[in-house]
């Protein structure tokens, strides 16, 4: 008897919830970037012949991730001051006005605006801000796990883009250092 009364209190909440209008939509799972297990590398080619790698040290965000592509979303901070290209002298004049201008242009960012589900993947397009112009640039994301840590739900994913870096108004040295970057960022976050 208390077995039928409680299916039937559920089916009556359930119902109610139906007459109200759509069940509640739950949120997607939130994960806080872990800035210590995440990272964000660059490539350029130098003079036309070699690619040359650097990376960024100081990366912050959020992502949600959820089934449903629309309620994804993937917000990154980077500090440009971070840069690091394993030579001090090459990264002082990368933070220098000639490139990335670390004391007036502080952070790169990028916010997402739209997901789409692409096979295995998502396209990501969103808001890149960097060296004081923001244009919207699209990431091809992939999920790259799901785990526990310390009894705390954690998950990566990993993004992919190519910007030309005069589109940004970084300019110099474009007859020795290649115009476009490609870009890989990792991350791996918390649920919050």
């Known amino acids: 008897m208390k077995a039928a009364v409680t299916c039937l209190s559920a089916l009556i909440v359930t119902a109610g919830m139906y007459a109200a209008g759509s069940p509640p939509v739950p949120p997607a799972d939130t994960f806080q970037v872990d800035p210590v297990h995440s990272s964000m590398m660059f490539r350029v ?4 012949v070699a690619n040359f790698y650097g990376r960024f040290n100081s990366i912050a ?6 089934d449903d592509a629309s309620k994804n979303s993937f917000q990154v901070e980077i500090q440009t001051g971070s840069v ?11 933070k220098s006005p000639d490139f990335f201008n670390a004391v007036q242009f502080p952070k790169i960012t990028f ?3 739209e997901v789409k589900k692409s096979g295995d ?5 969103g808001d890149l801000s960097l060296h004081g112009v923001t244009k919207a640039v699209t990431a091809k994301v992939t999920r790259t796990g799901t785990g526990n840590m310390r009894g705390r739900q ?4 990993e993004a992919v883009l190519t910007i030309k870096r005069s589109d940004f108004g ?7 250092l290649g115009d476009e ?6 991350l791996e976050g918390g649920k919050q």
């Open 45 to 48: 080619k130098h003079m036309g």
């Open 84 to 94: 690091d290209t394993a030579q001090k002298k090459r990264d002082d004049h990368l």
């Open 170 to 176: 970084m300019t110099f040295s474009l007859d020795s």
């Open 154 to 157: 954690i998950a990566g994913v």
């Open 111 to 113: 916010k997402s605006v």
């Open 61 to 66: 965000g959020s992502f949600s991730l959820d």
């Open 181 to 186: 970057v490609y870009i890989v960022i990792s």
């Open 121 to 125: 993947a998502f396209d990501v397009t």
